[in-house]
């Protein structure tokens, strides 16, 4: 069994940071891929970024690309998600997802196997 867990979600102002982590506990000797997903009330869950292992490879939604940086330790099976310049756009809940196959495409959140219960990300104008 794989346990999910996000912390580091909260409320600030347009312009401002906030920096989210996410632990995985369990059967962690598999896993190749971790991403971030968020969801807009009224919206459908979207990709954010994702880190392979597997030569450190970061991809990004262009939405976001320059203002958030993901990074990781595959040995302790961590993920942190930096968010500068945030805009109201930014809100909704942020999710950790694992991906315990070795293929998939980075960004679809079908081809995660594993998620965590969400952090909520509440930008203000």
């Known amino acids: 069994q794989v346990i999910v867990e996000e912390s580091g979600g909260g409320l600030v102002q347009a312009g401002g940071s906030l920096r989210l982590s996410c632990a995985v506990f369990?059967?962690?000797?598999?896993?190749?891929?971790m991403g971030w997903f968020r969801q807009a009330p009224g919206r459908e869950r979207e990709f954010v970024a994702g880190?392979?292992?597997?030569?450190?490879?970061?991809t990004y939604a262009d939405s976001v690309k320059g203002r958030f940086t993901i990074s990781g330790n595959n040995n302790e099976n961590t993920m942190s998600l930096q968010m500068n310049s945030l805009s109201p756009e930014d809100t909704g809940v942020y999710y950790c997802?694992?991906?315990?196959?070795?293929?998939?495409?980075?960004?679809?959140?079908?081809?995660?196997?594993?998620w965590g219960q969400g952090t909520q990300v509440t930008v203000s104008s």
């Open positions: 997802a694992v991906r315990t196959q070795p293929y998939g495409l980075v960004y679809s959140s079908r081809d995660y196997d594993y």
């Open positions: 369990g059967r962690t000797y598999s896993t190749f891929v």
């Open positions: 880190i392979r292992w597997k030569g450190d490879v970061t």
